[in-house]
């Protein structure tokens, strides 16, 4: 939501291989809150014949299509479809995906799964010889997940951190405390060593993992401070707060930081900052 500059000098957004196991097929959805588009991407081992998509995007024929073209590419058929969370511009299209392909939808909420599996914390998803690893991050949403893939060094965050700007705290559903946690998860995960980028859900590949996810950190740590000086100031409603904090975001996007500063007085409210 935040346009700021984000550590890392991020690549352009580019369709195609990003590693030497990650392809993106970049949705054509691009808005404020999307960016340039939900970035679907493509997993498999390099010579495998089973892949994984994460984020089928939306339901749009022509994306579906070109992500079986890439599948197919690679000489690979979709074996599994994963969900980082159950937003639109990242489900809509999992069920028709998973039909073309003959698959299932493993996600966290029930509500957007296709079969019987799921996904929680600590589950190894495998296909092929890839592995990925689940790693819960709600805060976004309750139900974000992130995805470790070891064998590129990387890290599928979903929408937890953005390839541009920050991320919007989906109140009531999304939480800042466990926002700032999964940060927290993410940053320790980073600092353990064998993951050093980012592939987000929307925005370019970002090559400094530690650098975005404490500059994550340390913007958050800003924003809280300016709210609780908005409300020291007199501000009593979300929107007050939202016109005197984020002044300089688009007024088209100021519903979506009107969510994220609900979060942030309920974060407030919680440890007794503000009445």
Not at 61 to 76: F, I, P, Q, S, Y
Not at 214 to 241: I, K, N, S
Not at 242 to 247: F, I, K, S
Request: glycine share 10%.
């Amino acid at each position: 939501m935040d346009s700021f500059r984000i550590p890392g000098d991020p690549r352009p957004v580019v369709a195609g291989p990003a590693t030497a196991r990650a392809t993106c097929v970049l949705a054509p959805n691009p808005s404020p809150m999307t960016l340039d588009g939900t970035n679907t991407w493509l997993l498999a081992e390099p010579a495998a014949d089973r892949a994984v998509v994460v984020d089928p995007g939306p339901l749009h024929e022509g994306h579906l299509a070109a992500v079986l073209a890439a599948a197919d590419e690679r000489g690979t058929r979709i074996a599994e479809i994963l969900l980082t969370h159950g937003h639109p511009d990242h489900s809509e299209g999992a069920v028709r995906l998973a039909e073309l392909a003959g698959c299932g939808v493993r996600a966290l909420d029930p509500a957007h799964r296709l079969g019987s599996e799921g996904l929680v914390e600590g589950d190894v998803v495998t296909a092929g010889g890839l592995e990925l690893r689940v790693l819960a991050t709600p805060g976004h949403s309750w139900d974000s997940l992130s995805f470790v893939l070891p064998a590129d060094g990387v890290v599928l965050t979903g929408d937890t951190v953005l390839g541009r700007g920050t991320t919007v705290v989906a109140h009531p559903d999304g939480k800042l405390g466990e926002y700032l946690d999964s940060l927290a998860r993410l940053r320790a995960l980073v600092e353990a060593g064998g993951v050093d980028r980012v592939l987000p859900a929307h925005g370019p590949v970002l090559d400094d993992a530690r650098g975005v996810i404490e500059f994550y950190l340390e913007h958050r740590a800003q924003r809280l401070a300016q709210v609780e000086a908005a409300v020291a100031a007199g501000d009593r409603t979300a929107r007050e707060v939202v016109e005197r904090v984020y002044a300089d975001v688009d007024k088209n996007v100021w519903w979506a930081a009107e969510m994220s500063v609900r979060a942030q007085l309920d974060y407030l409210k919680e440890r007794g900052t503000v009445g």
